[in-house]
């Protein structure tokens, strides 16, 4: 989490919440080690069929996801200056995730147009592209709200339950052996608790905004995925191929 302005009234009145990130952070980073595993970590040394672009995204993650551990774990601490530093650090390793994610689509695409042709590589950048303006918006506020804790936290959490999602997904899938169908459900589980989260949120008369904000992103998410063939998402893909790739 990037530096918030913290005082001890307000790391009591978050406590219970900032618990419950820790144990969620962590349990967001075994799970991405479970996921990958399968699908990246047994293939080490050699890496066959994987990029420099994939290996710096991996860095790049594991870093961030230690970032939203620490946070926390400082603030339950209370080593609010360790907090400060680590989240003035985050406007330098937000960016590179942002670079990170953008290569490894770039690269995607550059093998999906020799192997499936180019209406598949354009269709298969939905997964992927989205992505880096989602984290944009969620970091952005999560930034802007830095002085309102309550806020803070929970656009961070949103990030953590978005990044959850790839590494579940291949636990899901490469591990448990579950079908491509269950990614649906999972997304569905995600967005149930996120709307759980903003209803208690109402119940005990705190903001909807953020898990709105989350929702928002999610409904986006349910648009763009089914609409990858569509023309208006063809088209975009298709200028951000040409210009940016």
Not at 80 to 92: D, E, P, W
Request: aromatic share 16%.
């Amino acid at each position: 989490m990037a530096s918030s302005e913290l005082s001890q009234p307000k790391i009591k009145s978050n406590s219970g919440i900032t618990n419950r990130l820790i144990y969620f952070f962590v349990f967001l980073l075994l799970m991405s080690f479970a996921g990958f595993y399968k699908t990246y970590l047994v293939k080490f040394p050699t890496f066959d069929g994987f990029t420099w672009a994939h290996h710096f995204h991996g860095a790049v993650m594991l870093t961030w996801i230690l970032i939203l551990i620490a946070q926390p774990v400082f603030i339950r601490t209370k080593k609010i200056r360790l907090h400060r530093i680590v989240g003035k650090a985050s406007y330098f390793v937000f960016p590179l995730l942002i670079l990170s994610l953008f290569l490894v689509a770039r690269a995607g695409y550059v093998r999906n147009i020799k192997t499936a042709g180019e209406t598949e590589a354009l269709a298969a950048m939905t997964n992927g592209i989205p992505d880096i303006f989602y984290l944009c918006i969620l970091y952005g506020f999560g930034i802007y709200y830095k002085k309102k804790t309550s806020f803070h936290l929970r656009f961070f959490a949103s990030i953590g339950l978005m990044i959850l999602g790839p590494g579940l997904g291949r636990f899901l899938i490469a591990v448990c052996g579950l079908p491509f169908t269950v990614l649906p459900a999972m997304i569905g589980a995600i967005t149930l608790f996120t709307l759980g989260w903003m209803i208690v949120d109402i119940i005990h008369k705190r903001s909807a905004f953020p898990m709105a904000v989350f929702l928002a992103i999610i409904a986006a998410t349910f648009v763009v995925m089914p609409n990858s063939h569509s023309a208006w998402w063809q088209h975009f893909a298709k200028w951000i191929a040409a210009n940016l790739f």
